[in-house]
């Protein structure tokens, strides 16, 4: 593969070697695992249309893009629900 050399200040290149050393890594393979945590737009556009098309697979229906915007947030949702039960079973 090949390699770039990229400018950064020098505390990011310490702070980026000590994270790296800290994993058993080189600083190239920590800046290749970031950038892959982090999608690009047109990578995470890809990623939502891949989802829609598994889920309009799983439940048999041509849901639209439009129709997917406008629909809740049911994960959303579900995280609010657990939240409110978890708060709900604490002792003041």
């Known amino acids: 593969m090949a390699s770039t050399t990229i ?3 020098r505390d990011t290149r310490d702070h980026l070697a000590e994270l790296a050393d800290e994993r058993g ?3 190239g393979e ?3 695992v970031l ?3 982090y999608p690009t737009a047109v990578q995470r556009a890809g990623l ?3 989802d829609r098309e598994v889920v309009r697979r799983l439940i048999g ?3 639209s893009d439009e129709e ?3 629909a809740p947030d049911v994960l959303g ?3 609010k629900l657990a939240a409110q039960k978890i708060l709900a079973t604490r002792k003041p």
Do not use: E
């Open 25 to 27: 890594m080189s600083i």
């Open 35 to 37: 950038a892959t945590a």
């Open 30 to 32: 920590l800046v290749d």
């Open 48 to 50: 939502l249309a891949a």
């Open 77 to 79: 949702n579900i995280r």
């Open 7 to 9: 400018r950064v200040r």
């Open 68 to 70: 997917f915007d406008r």
């Open 61 to 63: 229906v041509d849901i």
